[in-house]
């Protein structure tokens, strides 16, 4: 990343002595009139970009809706030779190698510029609070890459040009730094000392990202119950005590803006013609939410309307009676191939619409592409403490009522992604929460219960990299692996992504020494460390 340029010419050294005595403003004539200089760039700028690259990271291609959303069986694909074979049949497509190193690029891009944040601010006044939500950032940042794709540069990475060929950091040392670095630092923000003036989560609220910061802390000892069970409780107490968000007033999400060219990639992805013909919730998440008579089937899923023309319009609202809903199963290639297909719709020829029948994402929840993308939530905080309550962690509250609250929330939240800014109903929530308290016969029960629900949220708002990380952590739900002929996987859910190709010319050494330790080699089948 570039922030300030200069512009020098390359000349001989016969020619320098030439130019004799003009030299000495050489470099004052060779400045670029259009960049910012180091000493005028306001440091607040970067906050606002390091944030869309994060969300950048985690949506559309770059590998939500592309791999994670169909690898836990969100949504689904009955097509053959499809980009969307690469998350629905784990079978690569042209442009795979693109994608697995797309989130890769984008949140260490989110990384550096948080790292310019903290470099343009070192060592002046009124930035601590600037400093701070910038080292959250990068924290977020350095998770979601070693989440993805286990061990990876961290201790030296986004320090070019001093270190171009960093090394890659264990996963287990990376979480505990992580950890480290969020205790440190989330006391320093002070409401008292100027704050950013480009945050598009909180708008510079030092209240609100003190229970963000807290609640990635409590994401973070979650990751960790299978592999360091001690760490994990201790973090998530500190988490609980510090003060994890409180409602969803506290959420944090970008909200975008596509009259200035700054769109919801999960929804830009979803407007693409052919995606939106083709891409249709899972079987297995629909069955689940009509078995538990979820409120939310009505709103986020619905019907096309009759034959290609109607179906394909993208203006036009499908069916959205829950009992008419039905979810394509995840790994085939062919409509007529589908255990039970009920047919399609539409007349024969040009205008009959193969898939017709099966429910696609709600276009007043997921279409338009100024849709709020979700960072961390409520709903999702609240789910994770009552695991912790369950495990008999102390954390203030019971189980069931953070169980409660995080239902309540996950459903509240549709209306904040609808276009029309309608979602479940108060009355559907309520009595859907009361009718299905938290299962506390034993802590297993309600963790799985926990996690179920877990799931439902991070699909039903498109968080899909975060329930593919923990799905991985808790393998809740069970699901069924797809085995599809050629698939890159084994015949398994993908557990981790591979490294991106640039990286083993890039830098062969330490691309090297980290495929080295991983059991098999670079392969989608492997796991993180804290997969287990």
């Excluded at 670029?32 to 559309?60: C, K, R, W």
């Excluded at 899972?282 to 939410?289: A, N």
Aim: hydrophobic share 35%; glycine share 8%.
């Amino acid at each position: 990343m570039k922030l300030y340029k200069k512009i020098f010419l390359s000349v001989s050294s016969a020619s320098l002595l030439a130019m004799g005595g003009c030299t000495k403003n050489f470099d004052a004539i060779n400045t670029d009139p259009t960049q910012v200089p180091q000493s005028q760039f306001d440091p607040n700028l970067h906050m606002a970009s390091t944030q869309v690259e994060y969300m950048n990271a985690i949506q559309g291609y770059n590998s939500g809706i592309i791999f994670q959303s169909m690898w836990i069986q969100g949504l689904a694909s009955a097509a053959a030779n499809s980009y969307y074979s690469n998350g629905d049949k784990y079978t690569p497509s042209p442009n795979t190698t693109s994608y697995q190193g797309s989130l890769w690029n984008h949140a260490y891009n989110s990384a550096g510029y948080g790292a310019a944040i903290l470099s343009l601010t070192q060592g002046k006044t009124g930035y601590d609070n600037l400093r701070a939500m910038a080292t959250i950032m990068q924290v977020l940042d350095f998770q979601t890459i070693s989440d993805v794709y286990g061990d990876v540069p961290f201790s030296q990475a986004v320090q070019a040009p001093a270190i171009t060929q960093p090394v890659y950091d264990a996963q287990s040392a990376i979480y505990p730094a992580l950890l480290a670095r969020l205790d440190s630092v989330i006391p320093k923000l002070n409401a008292a000392n100027p704050t950013t003036t480009n945050d598009l989560f909180y708008k510079g609220d030092v209240s609100k990202w003190k229970k963000f910061g807290y609640s990635l802390m409590l994401r973070l000892a979650m990751r960790l119950v299978k592999v360091d069970i001690a760490t994990a409780q201790k973090y998530a107490e500190k988490a609980a005590a510090g003060g994890t968000l409180a409602g969803t007033a506290d959420d944090a999400y970008v909200t975008f803006d596509q009259a200035k060219n700054y769109n919801n990639n999960n929804a830009a992805a979803y407007q693409t013609g052919q995606d939106f013909v083709e891409v249709k919730w899972s079987k297995t998440f629909i069955d689940y939410l009509r078995t538990t008579s979820d409120p939310r089937l009505g709103v986020v899923a619905e019907v096309p309307l009759a034959g290609l023309p109607d179906g394909s319009d993208e203006t036009k609202a499908g069916d959205k009676t829950p009992a008419n809903q039905l979810g394509v199963p995840n790994g085939y290639d062919n409509p007529t191939n589908i255990p039970g297909y009920p047919g399609g719709t539409g007349p024969a020829g040009k205008d009959f619409y193969a898939m017709g029948k099966y429910s696609r994402p709600s276009i007043d929840i997921y279409l338009s592409k100024n849709t709020p993308g979700y960072v961390i939530n409520y709903a999702e905080t609240e789910l994770l403490l009552a695991e912790a309550a369950a495990r008999g962690w102390a954390v203030t509250g019971s189980a069931s009522t953070h169980f409660a609250n995080g239902v309540t929330a996950a459903m509240q939240n549709l209306a904040v992604l609808s276009a029309s800014k309608t979602g479940v109903p108060a009355g559907s929530i309520t009595t859907y929460v009361a009718t299905h308290p938290l299962d506390v016969s034993t802590p297993a029960n309600s963790i799985a219960m926990i996690n179920q629900q877990y799931w439902v949220t991070t699909l039903s708002l498109f968080d899909f990299v975060e329930g593919w990380s923990n799905w991985r952590r808790t393998n809740i739900p069970a699901l069924t692996p797809v085995n599809y002929p050629g698939n890159f996987s084994g015949g398994t859910i993908p557990r981790r992504q591979v490294y991106p190709s640039t990286e083993a010319p890039q830098n062969p050494t330490n691309y090297s020494a980290a495929v080295g330790k991983l059991t098999g080699g670079d392969k989608f089948s492997g796991r993180v460390w804290w997969d287990k």
